[in-house]
């Protein structure tokens, strides 16, 4: 009995363990390609503020 309830806590440890570095490790990728995400959007944002401002006349003719 007593191997066995040393057992048990080993795999409850080993899992606690296991689950949280991949619970971490799935986080860290979600987080990388979400901030990758925000900064193509900002970089093609920047992109049409810069080409509205060398050119506003053409971009009003567009929107009306």
Do not use: C
């Not at 949280?20 to 901030?35: A, D, N, Q």
């Not at 193509?40 to 503020?49: D, K």
Request: glycine share 10%; no cysteine; hydrophobic share 35%.
């Amino acid at each position: 009995m007593v191997r066995s309830v040393g057992w048990g806590y080993i795999r409850i440890m080993a899992g606690t363990i296991a689950g949280g570095s991949v619970g971490f490790y799935t986080m860290h990728r979600l987080e990388i390609s979400y901030k990758a995400k925000w900064d193509e959007r900002l970089r093609n944002y920047e992109e049409e503020l810069n080409k509205r401002k060398q050119k506003p006349k053409d971009f009003e003719e567009e929107t009306l």
